[in-house]
């Protein structure tokens, strides 16, 4: 085994792109003594159209990307890598703690009053087996109505939060949902959350945009207390590293994490 389970080592966290910063912030907010690693696979991005076993692979080589820089935990902050990849990472590195992400069904389902849940998600996540065992567990009595979000990662990854671009294509992929009736959307992508004002202006107010990225910081911090991981006394840093080419890489990651992020290359 590669890895070295101590409070001290760093979580590793990875997404197709720059859309696990979402979480990553929430994970910075729970868990501040803690060193994070973070890869953006945005060389690679999007992972939503991906094969399974394509995304089953790279994940293997992110995780051991990760490992061999000492991460004691990892984050798959990606619903779509989770759906396609957590068993096997699970079944490939068993003691280590492993967290990853699914679509909030079960809080919409307890949320809405029209009884109607959307759920935006990548065309990955909403084909995939775990997605479908999610709906057979939380999803029976309500109508839950999907929507693949095509366009939107990209639109993040390249940058473009507000343009009249984005917004059309938002609402192209809010107003179905919302004339089925939904009342609760759930993002079911990391990325969505960066668009979540142009997502809400869509929806109009009284409809409740929810993200798991609150909720996932916490079951990580469990996991690891859990673990006897827990890292404290210590002000926690984070290390990037992101695949994008050189003109991109460190641009659009700082243009969310902030301007003195470094940001690494990944090569391989
Ligand atoms: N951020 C991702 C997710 O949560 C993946 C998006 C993609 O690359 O298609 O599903």
Redesign the pocket.
């Known amino acids: 085994m590669t890895h070295s389970l101590s409070p001290d080592a760093p979580i590793g966290v990875f997404?197709?792109?720059l859309?696990?910063l979402s979480v990553l912030r929430h994970a910075r907010a729970a868990l501040p003594a803690e060193d994070f690693l973070y890869v953006a696979d945005s060389g690679f991005?999007?992972?939503?159209?991906r094969s399974t076993d394509w995304i089953r692979a790279r994940s293997a080589v992110l995780g051991e990307f990760l490992l061999d820089h000492g991460a004691k935990a990892l984050l798959i902050?990606?619903?779509?890598?989770?759906a396609a990849a957590a068993q096997a990472l699970r079944e490939r590195w068993p003691a280590l703690p492993i967290i990853g992400?699914e679509p909030a069904v079960k809080p919409a389902v307890a949320a809405t009053k029209t009884g109607t849940v959307g759920v935006l998600?990548?065309t990955?996540?909403l084909a995939s087996s775990r997605f479908a065992a999610l709906l057979d567990t939380f999803g029976r009595d309500i109508h839950v109505v999907t929507r693949p979000g095509s366009g939107l990662?990209e639109a993040v990854e390249r940058g473009d939060f507000d343009s009249p671009d984005t917004r059309a294509l938002v609402a192209s992929h809010v107003e179905p949902l919302i004339a089925e009736g939904a009342d609760v959307i759930v993002l079911?992508?990391?990325?969505y959350p960066f668009l979540r004002p142009l997502i809400e202006q869509a929806a109009g107010p009284a409809v409740r945009v929810i993200d798991t990225g609150d909720a996932v910081a916490r079951q990580l911090a469990r996991a690891l207390g859990r673990a006897g991981l827990l890292r404290s006394g210590h002000h926690g840093g984070e290390r990037f590293w992101s695949s994008a080419p050189p003109p991109q890489r460190s641009a659009a990651l700082q243009r969310l994490w902030g301007q003195d992020a470094t940001v690494e290359p990944l090569t391989g």
């Open positions: 997404d197709s792109g859309g696990g991005a999007p992972y939503g159209e902050a990606c619903n779509t890598a989770t992400m998600a990548t990955g996540t990662v079911g992508c990391t990325h």
